[in-house]
Structures are given as C-alpha cells and as structure tokens.
C-alpha cells in the first residue's frame, strides 16, 4: 500500500500552509490574549475552500475527502489549534447538511455557510454523558410541523456566536438508535447560552453551554421555512 501524499495533496498543503504561516501565525497570540473570534480570517480561509472541504462541489464546496481535510487542518492548526479546530467543527456541521439535509436545507444553508457569513456548531455533548454519546438526554418532541426541545448542551464551540446549531437529539428509543439531529437557528425561540467558559488557552473561539428550554419550535420565529426533518445519523 502507498502512503506517501498525491501531488495534489502536496499542493493543498502548501497552500495551507502557507496561508496559515502569513494569514494566522502573527495574529494568534493577539487573538488568543484578547479572546477574539477571528471571523475575518475565518472567511479568508473560507475563500480558499477551507469552509467546505468535503462538501460536494456542486453546492459550493471543495467536493475532496476527509483524508484531504486532515492535511489541510493539520497545517492550519500549526498556527492556530483552536481556530483550526473550529473550522473543522464548521466542516463538519456543513458537510452533516449536505449528507443529510433535504435540498431545501441545502439551498438554504449551505450558500452562507461556505462563505463562513454564518458559523456553524456541532452540539453533542451534555452534561450528564460527555463522552457516552448515545446516552444523550436532550429531548425533541413532534408537534405538528415543528419540534419542542427540551435539554443542555455542554462545551459547545462557537456557542452564543454561530448561527446554525446542528443538536443531537433523542427523538426515539434510548441508547444510540433512538437520536436524530436537528437544525436550530440562533433566534430560535427557548435557544439560550451559558455563559463563556474559562479555558486556559482556546480563547480563539467561545465555547459555552447550549440551552433549548421548551424551545417551541425548531425553526426561527421569523421563517417561513418547512418543516426540518431529522436526517438519522448512522452510529451516532
Ligand atoms: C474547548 C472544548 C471545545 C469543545 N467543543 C465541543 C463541541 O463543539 N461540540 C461538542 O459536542 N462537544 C464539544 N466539546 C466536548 C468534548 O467533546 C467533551 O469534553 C468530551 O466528549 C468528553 O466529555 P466530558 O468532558 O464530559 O468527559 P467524560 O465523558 O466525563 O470523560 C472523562 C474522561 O474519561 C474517559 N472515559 C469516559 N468514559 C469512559 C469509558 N467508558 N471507558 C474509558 N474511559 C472513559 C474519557 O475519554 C475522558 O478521558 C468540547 C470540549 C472542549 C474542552
């Protein structure tokens, strides 16, 4: 078996790398003191393809492979871990919209969020099961077209500042069969946040508990939106 990279991986982590040296490295230790969310070199990695990287092509994204995805991380986080593993939170939550999302969801969110105008979170975690994550307790309840929350979100990255949170939900049975995930916008009614937890280093991104307290509905009081299906999330 050959392990070595292909040119073209070669060639993107040069491009990372490159970016990450000039774009990030003089920055971070600015950034990391005065706890700042460095959107706008969040966006200009965003306009190299870094925000998509394994979203398909024909909705925005670089359309490579979670091997491609690694080489690039791996030069951004030289730079800045926590900014780094941000975005990789954010191609996470992007690519779970492409995977699992209807077109509408596609057509809605995945435009701003290749751009990064939105951020997006990855919301599993919870105080009572950390790491077990098929023992998660978050609760979301069918009513009519929409869906009652009922839970907390512990460690969430980019929690109070994204716009999108991708929620881990039990819709079913306990242990790992019974979740689904969900989208929920920020605005969305009974969402709140914990406060900014102290961290010893990680201060590029916030990182806060998620709150959805008989959050009424699933999808922002101002949309006229359908509906958003829980896409089934194999394993999780
Ligand atoms: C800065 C930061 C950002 C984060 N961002 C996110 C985010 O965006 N989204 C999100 O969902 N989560 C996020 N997390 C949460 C992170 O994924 C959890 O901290 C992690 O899942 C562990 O959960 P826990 O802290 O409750 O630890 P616990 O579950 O209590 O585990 C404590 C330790 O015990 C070990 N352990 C647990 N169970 C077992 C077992 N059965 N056998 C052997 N060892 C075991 C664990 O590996 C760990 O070392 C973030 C955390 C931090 C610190």
Same mark, same amino acid.
């Given at each position: ?23 990030? +490295? ?8 005065? #706890? $700042? ?7 200009? /990695? &965003?306009? !190299? ?14 359309? +490579?492979?979670r ?6 991380? #791996? $030069? ?7 900014? /780094? &593993?941000? !975005? ?27 751009t ?5 979170s ?8 950390g ?18 929350l ?24 306990t ?25 010893l ?28 299906r829980?896409?089934?999330?194999p394993?999780?």
């Amino acid at each position: 078996m050959d392990f070595d990279l292909s040119d073209e991986q070669l060639a993107f982590a040069e491009t990372a790398r490159q970016f990450a040296r000039e774009e990030w +490295l003089p920055h971070a230790p600015g950034w990391d003191e005065r #706890e $700042e969310f460095p959107e706008d070199a969040l966006r200009q /990695a &965003a306009a !190299l393809g870094f925000a998509g990287i394994y979203v398909r092509e024909q909705f925005g994204g670089s359309g +490579l492979t979670r091997l491609d995805a690694t080489i690039i991380f #791996e $030069e951004l986080a030289s730079a800045c871990v926590s900014t /780094a &593993a941000y !975005l990789s939170i954010h191609n996470m939550a992007a690519w779970m919209i492409d995977r699992f999302g209807n077109d509408a969801q596609r057509a809605r969110f995945l435009p701003k969020l290749m751009t990064m105008e939105h951020f997006a979170s990855y919301c599993l975690t919870e105080p009572g099961s950390g790491s077990d994550a098929a023992a998660l307790a978050t609760r979301a309840r069918r009513a009519g077209d929409d869906y009652v929350l009922n839970g907390s979100k512990a460690f969430i990255s980019g929690g109070g500042r994204s716009n999108l949170y991708l929620t881990m939900v039990r819709t079913g049975e306990t242990g790992p069969k019974g979740i689904s995930c969900l989208v929920v916008e920020n605005g969305t009614p009974g969402l709140s946040f914990g406060k900014k937890e102290r961290k010893l280093g990680w201060n590029t991104q916030p990182t806060a508990m998620v709150n959805f307290a008989a959050s009424p509905t699933s999808r922002p009081s101002n949309s006229s939106s359908p509906t958003w299906r829980p896409s089934s999330m194999p394993g999780a």
